[in-house]
């Protein structure tokens, strides 16, 4: 599975913005999409996840409430809408696919990020 990550741009706080992730190659719908960040100096820590029927979702802390996951298979796309931004959201933004929805960064396919910066 190819992954193509977009949509990340400046952004001041309290605004949004949306995430695509497009993926190519395989059966789209057989795989679960996540989405991770990784911030400045810091690690890469996950934001949410859907499994690959769309049914399920799951969220870190930090996200829910303020970001929701979807997809739509017919496009082979998944998407992240983040609201209500803040500083703390800084930073480089990866979509990853693989058989199975996980927390952890132990995805087999990823996309190659993009940038999300939230600064007055």
């Known amino acids: 599975v190819q992954l193509q990550a977009s949509g990340g741009g400046l952004v001041q706080p309290g605004g949004s913005l949306r995430l695509s992730c497009v993926a190519s190659?395989?059966?789209?719908?057989?795989?679960?999409v996540g989405w991770f960040r990784q911030g400045p100096g810091k690690e890469r820590e996950f934001v949410a996840v859907?499994?690959?029927?769309?049914?399920?979702?799951t969220y870190s802390d930090s996200a829910r409430g303020r970001f929701t996951i979807s997809r739509d298979n017919a496009k082979n796309t998944v998407y992240l809408q983040m609201n209500s931004l803040n500083p703390e959201d800084t930073g480089v933004y990866f979509c990853?696919?693989?058989?199975?929805?996980?927390?952890?960064?132990?995805?087999?396919?990823w996309g190659q990020g993009t940038q999300v910066t939230v600064s007055s």
């Open positions: 990853a696919a693989d058989a199975r929805a996980r927390t952890s960064a132990v995805y087999e396919f």
């Open positions: 190659g395989r059966t789209f719908g057989n795989f679960a």
């Open positions: 859907i499994t690959g029927t769309g049914f399920s979702t």
